[in-house]
């Protein structure tokens, strides 16, 4: 018998009892019954609660630990789905950065040598995405953050600003422009130490010189393995909009 048949023979009262006794004793199952009985303005901030609870870790997990913890962590991007779809907002859209900010953190005291943890930070980049595209993101403070996450906060994830032009609009994309300007030539990444190499981020800044909303290549330069730049400190992944650096291939 399946535990959706069990479940469907329990009576009301039994089975609040019982979702009550696991909520008490588990984690993950008090931040769902919080989501699920959160509406209106407190959900979003039932759903930061659950970003801040389940999207953060203060040690080291090892490979296994890695693997138990993006399980655990999974129902809060699923919540997090339903409410891009549901009904994005620019607040859920700062809720999202805030969101991959915490699972780069991750990644940095993790061994995710088999990527769930990676999937997660990739997955909510791609709902950040799409909650940009509803039209509903500070063109201008997106325009800083995109920016920002590319170049200060780490160098595992790309994020593809031609998937982002509607969302930049003018006003975003002239911020956009300027706050990459002031890139320096070597800047260093404020969680790895690493940098990009010179030719990166030259390349970056000749496809941003001529870049106009209608003159974007309309789709998302795409590749396997890294890219051109062969450094050993400028590290490449490819996956979706998160990578590779779409300007390697504009210059």
Known sequence: MSIEDL????????IRRLLANAAQSHEDVLRA????????????AALMAAVDDGLRARR?????????????????LDALADEVAA????????LLQRAEGHLVKVIMRADDSNGMIGDLARR???????????????PQRLAKWMVRFSFEDQDFFEIDPVAYVDALGEKGLAVYRREVASVPTQPTYRQTGRRPCGRCTADFRASQRSMQPNALPSSTATST???RCSGV???????SHASPRPWSSWA
């Open 225 to 227: 393995g890294s890219s």
């Open 33 to 44: 019954v919080r989501l699920a009985g959160a509406d209106g303005p407190d959900r979003l």
């Open 87 to 94: 009904e994005p907002s620019a607040e859920l859209v700062e």
């Open 233 to 239: 400190t400028c590290h490449r992944r490819t996956n």
């Open 7 to 14: 479940v469907e023979g329990l009576d009301d009262q039994t």
């Open 60 to 76: 080291h997990l090892d490979y296994w630990g890695s693997s138990s913890w993006a399980g655990d962590a999974a129902p809060v």
């Open 124 to 138: 909510v980049l791609e709902l950040h995405r799409e909650a940009c595209a509803a039209g509903v993101a500070d």
